[in-house]
């Protein structure tokens, strides 16, 4: 299973921008997709996650800021950033996690920076 993101890059504080993330491989199904931040020196937090139940969950410091989308059928799981600031300034990686064998998977990051 690989897990292919992208749409980072840098934005001026305000701006939005918005990432994917496409699973692909071997997937009988995929209970939840998410997103994952790691700035310099801190540790990786999580930023939204997508159960296939249907529910969300966000980090408080993304909320009403931040929504997450999932395409189940294409295996695809989207990041609507918004009204970013110079602290959502990370690597973001993609995170899911298959069933039935409840395999984690990452992606290989991309960089967002937040700067005027």
């Known amino acids: 299973v690989q897990l292919q993101a992208s749409g980072g890059g840098l934005v001026q504080p305000g701006g939005f921008l918005r990432l994917s993330c496409a699973a692909s491989g071997s997937i009988a199904s995929i209970d939840i997709m998410g997103w994952y931040r790691q700035a310099p020196g801190k540790q990786r937090e999580m930023v939204a996650v997508?159960?296939?139940?249907?529910?969300?969950n966000y980090a408080d410091s993304v909320k009403g800021r931040f929504t997450i989308s999932r395409d189940s059928a294409k295996n695809t799981v989207y990041l609507q950033m918004n009204s970013l600031k110079p602290e959502d300034t990370a690597v973001y990686y993609c995170?899911?996690?298959?069933?039935?064998?409840?395999?984690?998977?990452w992606g290989q990051g991309t960089q967002v920076t937040v700067s005027s």
């Open positions: 997508s159960r296939n139940s249907g529910t969300t």
């Open positions: 995170h899911a996690l298959i069933i039935p064998s409840k395999m984690n998977y």
